[in-house]
């Protein structure tokens, strides 16, 4: 399977702890995207980038969330000092090209704060 | 901000009944549109899009949506609809310059569940 992959498909934690999920995107595609979605809710967008640099971050991306994409390649995005409020799926997706384009969703990461 | 409004929040259908599911979006410039569907227990997955050009756009499944400057929305239908076409359905819109062109705002998404 070619698509694009996250790691780990679930994550439970306890409040107060970081955690970090990875994105693989599919093969050649320059520009990655990270989604929050939370229950009965669509997702909502937090931050992408344009190979290595992070163009757009929404004001949802607090400051004890960071993400990084080092080669253009796979990107992280780590929770520091989680908070129940965090608990939501993850979506990751990528997309070819520099205007706009279809995006290609993972099958996300699950996140359960206790 | 913009915003994508889905007004039906559960639809409930029998098999071989036609769909449509609402959206509306809020932005006044160019937009480009796209439904995107979710199966039970997979990821989502790209329905149709549209960009420009003819408005009427058809996608996977049988499925169609038409585009509506006017009323500045994007309603998905489906003529017949199928058991296998349980599932949620998200519209989203992308809108904006320069870098917002990235973001996808999404609705709420609809739950279509089909009886057989």
């Known amino acids: 399977d070619t698509g694009v992959s996250q790691n780990p498909r679930h994550k439970i934690t306890k409040r107060g702890q970081n955690v970090t999920f990875r994105c693989d995107p599919i093969?050649?595609?320059?520009?990655l995207y990270w989604y929050r979605q939370t229950l009965g809710q669509g997702p909502e967008f937090l931050t992408y980038?344009?190979?290595?640099?992070?163009?757009?971050k929404s004001r949802l991306l607090s400051d004890r969330f960071s993400a990084e994409r080092p080669k253009g390649s796979f990107s992280t995005l780590e929770i520091q000092r989680t908070e129940q409020g965090d608990s939501a799926m993850y979506l990751c997706?990528?997309?070819?090209?520099?205007?706009?384009?279809?995006?290609?969703f993972g099958p996300g990461t699950r996140l359960l704060v206790l | 901000a913009q915003s994508v409004s889905q007004h039906n929040h559960h639809v409930i259908l029998s098999e071989a009944a036609s769909l449509e599911l609402g959206c509306n979006y809020s932005?006044?410039?160019?937009?480009?549109l796209f439904w995107y569907v979710q199966y039970p227990g997979q990821h989502l997955q790209l329905l149709l899009k549209?960009?420009?050009?003819?408005?009427l756009v058809k996608g996977i499944k049988g499925f169609e949506a038409e585009f509506i400057k006017s009323k500045f929305s994007f309603n998905l239908r489906k003529p017949s609809v199928q058991w296998s076409d349980t599932a949620e359905y998200f519209c989203?819109?992308?809108?904006?310059?320069?870098?917002?062109?990235?973001?996808?705002?999404f609705g709420r998404g609809t739950q279509l569940t089909v009886w057989p």
């Open positions: 997706a990528s997309s070819l090209g520099s205007r706009v384009k279809t995006q290609y």
């Open positions: 093969s050649e595609h320059n520009r």
């Open positions: 980038f344009q190979n290595e640099a992070q163009l757009e």
């Open positions: 932005y006044g410039g160019t937009v480009n």
């Open positions: 549209y960009f420009s050009g003819d408005p």
């Open positions: 989203a819109v992308n809108a904006g310059r320069g870098s917002t062109l990235g973001r996808l705002y």
